[in-house]
């Protein structure tokens, strides 16, 4: 079955960096859009931060992470990244990966991985 397991998060001061992972699997990883999606506080709703078009060649990005964040995938090894930089205190939430985009078909994702910034 689908399995999307995150890993990458900690901590890191304002102004730092991180980069996230996704591996996948039991599905055929290059032939779908993949996103990353955050949630900030439980029991807050999902929000979408980027997707990925299968081959890499489109990304999409929320305002709220553009020109900070870079999504990027790696075929070959059914990978999937988000590199964040200049990182804000509002960035902290649950991160996970998911197959599609936002809408009916959104979805599965993993277990997710928190990333947490503060000084």
């Known amino acids: 079955q689908v399995q999307l397991v995150e890993s990458g998060g900690g901590l890191a001061q304002p102004g730092g960096s991180l980069r996230l992972s996704c591996a996948a699997s039991?599905?055929?990883?290059?032939?779908?859009?993949m996103s990353w999606a955050r949630r900030q506080a439980p029991g807050k709703g999902l929000e979408w931060v980027s997707?990925?078009?299968?081959?890499?060649?489109?990304?999409y990005y929320a305002d709220s992470v553009n020109g900070r964040f870079t999504i990027s995938r790696d075929n070959a090894r059914n990978t999937l990244f988000l590199q964040m930089n200049s990182l804000k205190p509002e960035d902290t939430a649950l991160y996970y990966c998911?197959?599609?985009?936002?809408?009916?078909?959104?979805?599965?994702w993993g277990q997710g991985t928190q990333v947490t910034i503060s000084l």
């Open positions: 998911a197959k599609g985009l936002p809408g009916p078909d959104f979805g599965p």
């Open positions: 039991g599905f055929t990883f290059s032939s779908y859009v």
């Open positions: 997707g990925i078009s299968s081959d890499g060649s489109d990304t």
